[in-house]
C-alpha cells in the first residue's frame, strides 16, 4: 500500500511540476518559446524588450495588480497547457508570478532568472517599445 501511495504521490508531484527556472540569456531569445515581459511601461521604454516578446503588466509603478486583468491578457497569448517564459527586470518578480501560475492555476512557466538586465549584460540587443 505504501508503494502504491509513494508512486501516486511521485506522479501527482511531476504532473504538478509545470515551473522551470532558466538563466536568461541572448541564446533563450531566439528559442520557440512565448515570452512574457511583466515589467512596467516606463521600463520597457527604458531598456527595450526582447524582440517578439509580449508587454503585459503585472505589478503597476506602486506594486499594485489585479490578477483577472493579467489571467484575461495572459490567455489571448498562451494557452493553458502551452509552455511560456516570464521576463522582469532582474528576475524577482517573475519569481513570484511564475510560481503563482504554476502552483495554483496550473500554468507551464518558465522563469526567466536574471531578467532582461542579465541578458543586456550579456550582449543581447532589445528593440524599442512602442
Not at 508531484?13 to 512565448?34: C, D, G, R, S, Y
Not at 498562451?78 to 519569481?95: H, M, N, P, W, Y
Amino acid at each position: 500500500m505504501k508503494k502504491i501511495l509513494f508512486g501516486f504521490l511521485l506522479t501527482f508531484t511531476t504532473l504538478m511540476a509545470e515551473l522551470q527556472h532558466v538563466w536568461a540569456t541572448p541564446a533563450f531569445a531566439q528559442k520557440n518559446i512565448k515570452i512574457i515581459d511583466i515589467r512596467t511601461p516606463f521600463e520597457w521604454k527604458e531598456t527595450g524588450i526582447v524582440k517578439g516578446s509580449y508587454t503585459i503588466m503585472f505589478f503597476d509603478e506602486q506594486g499594485n495588480f489585479y490578477v483577472p486583468d493579467f489571467l484575461k491578457e495572459i490567455d489571448k497569448i498562451v494557452k493553458k497547457d502551452e509552455q511560456f517564459a516570464l521576463i522582469c527586470r532582474v528576475g524577482s518578480r517573475t519569481g513570484m508570478v511564475a510560481e503563482f501560475l504554476s502552483n495554483k492555476l496550473g500554468y507551464k512557466v518558465i522563469n526567466l532568472k536574471g531578467g532582461i538586465m542579465k541578458m543586456i549584460h550579456e550582449g543581447y540587443k532589445t528593440v524599442p517599445y512602442k
